[in-house]
């Protein structure tokens, strides 16, 4: 029998031969390759909240908050909202409280150089998505950091977002991924 052939590390991660990389060149070939968006995908956006957003805002216990810096260098942190601390200040005027975490800080850095932010709501067990995007303002004190109190302490930080769009995202992701669907799960805890 013949020994194994001996091979580097560098042989051995060598990927195969492809086909060549090919960028997409630009927004009109973005159109051609995906289409036209169907009337209700562009009709569902608006600026204030409804009812149907309230009703995911009140039962969303997780958030993801989106950021870039003034160079474009973009962060996205997730948040923890306790039922009651996420504060509807206006039709469309949101107030997130901060929590202690790992105390970057880094969404906050960028709000004070870029304002823009993208927001994504989830509703455990749900195909519900809640998209919002606008402009955020950090602010140390409010007439709202009480209501905001959780176990009795109130936020140091909240973010402030005045809504310029908000709507539904399509859940074919959430069904593709299988995300709720614990024989999906690849561990248990």
């Known amino acids: 029998m013949a020994a194994p052939e001996q091979r580097t590390a560098t ?4 990927p195969p031969a492809a ?6 060149r630009d927004a009109d070939e973005l159109s051609e390759l995906l289409g036209t968006p169907h009337p209700l995908v562009i009709e569902k956006v608006h600026a204030e909240l409804t009812e149907d957003d309230l009703s995911v805002l009140a039962r969303s216990p997780f958030c993801v908050v989106s950021t870039a810096d003034a ?5 996205a942190s997730p948040r923890g909202i306790e039922s009651g601390s996420l504060q509807i200040l206006g039709p469309s005027t949101i107030a997130l409280p901060d929590r202690p975490g790992n105390r970057r800080g880094d969404n ?4 004070l ?3 823009h932010v993208g927001l994504l709501f989830l509703v455990p067990g749900s195909s519900e998505v809640l998209r919002v995007n606008g402009r955020a303002t950090i602010v140390t004190d409010g007439p ?3 209501a905001m109190a ?14 310029d769009e908000i709507y539904r995202h399509c859940p074919a992701s959430l069904r593709r991924a299988k ?11």
């Open 11 to 14: 042989e051995e991660t060598k």
């Open 19 to 24: 086909a060549p990389i090919v960028p997409l």
């Open 71 to 75: 160079a474009g260098n973009c962060d």
């Open 108 to 111: 906050f850095r960028n709000i």
């Open 113 to 115: 150089e870029n304002p």
């Open 144 to 146: 709202f950091f009480d």
């Open 150 to 163: 959780h176990r009795g302490r109130r936020p140091v930080l909240a973010t402030v977002v005045e809504i």
């Open 179 to 189: 995300l709720w669907d614990t024989s999906n799960w690849p561990y248990d805890e």
